[in-house]
Antibody
Framework: QVELVESGGGVVQSGRSLRLACAASGFTFSSYGMHWVRQAPGKGLEWVAVISSDGSDKYYADSVKGRFTISRDNSKDTLYLYMNSLRAEDTAMYYC?????????WGQGTLVTVSS | DIVVTQSPDSLSVSLGERATINCKSS????????????LAWYQQKPGQPPKLLIY???TRESGVPDRFSGSGSGTDFTLTISGLQAEDVAVYYC?????????FGQGTKVEIK
């Protein structure tokens, strides 16, 4: 069955960097676009970024553009999110999700807390 | 950017009754070349990740009970839960995937009356 497992979250100081990873299994990873979606504590869902199946196309929310980078390694079935210049407002649960448009599979999420 | 607005923010429905959630996009998400509405619905229960319920505005994801249905076209959409069950207590989100950024609605919390 499809499984997405995020890792790399934790507590980080404002202005620092963090790399999230999402290990995929149970499907042909290289055939699907992938997303990062985040959810601040007690708040709704916020779409963060999407990457095409071959990694050639990447799009970002305005709130993270220029600070976050989405990438993937299809040889390792892994999705990444590189987060730089972190701010308090980036504190959230970060989910990876599979799908080129709608998200039909989701991981359990990894929590990122940015402290000042 | 497309703005997606849900209504109401919350609703209380008796067991077995119908729950209706509305979703409105600031511009049409109907793609003329394939005549598909690029709109999805998700369910999120406390402490869990979201789960896809509906895509293309009205196509039910495999395994989703048929009491969940989606309708609408263009800019106005509806998620209907026909015969609310206790396990349907959750927050429901719509999302457009017509153009990036793929915006979510703010969510609608469904509770039992």
């Amino acid at each position: 069955q499809v499984e997405l497992v995020e890792s790399g979250g934790g507590v980080v100081q404002s202005g620092r960097s963090l790399r999230l990873a999402c290990a995929a299994s149970g499907f042909t990873f290289s055939s699907y676009g992938m997303h990062w979606v985040r959810q601040a504590p007690g708040k709704g869902l916020e779409w963060v970024a999407v990457i095409s199946s071959d990694g050639s196309d990447k799009y970002y929310a305005d709130s993270v553009k220029g600070r976050f980078t989405i990438s993937r390694d299809n040889s390792k079935d892994t999705l990444y999110l590189y987060m730089n210049s972190l701010r308090a407002e980036d504190t959230a649960m970060y989910y990876c999700a599979g799908g080129s448009g709608y998200c039909n599979s989701w991981g359990q999420g990894t929590l990122v807390t940015v402290s000042s | 950017d497309i703005v997606v607005t849900q209504s109401p923010d919350s609703l209380s429905v008796s067991l077995g009754e119908r729950a209706t959630i509305n979703c409105k996009s600031s511009q049409s998400v109907l793609y003329s070349s394939d005549n598909k509405n690029y709109l999805a619905w998700y369910q999120q229960k406390p402490g869990q990740p979201p789960k896809l319920l509906i895509y293309w505005a009205s196509t039910r994801e495999s395994g989703v009970p048929d009491r969940f249905s989606g309708s609408g076209s263009g800019t106005d959409f509806t998620l209907t839960i026909s015969g609310l069950q206790a396990e349907d207590v959750a927050v429901y989100y719509c999302q457009e995937y017509y153009s990036v950024p793929y915006t979510f609605g703010q969510g609608t919390k469904v509770e039992i009356k």
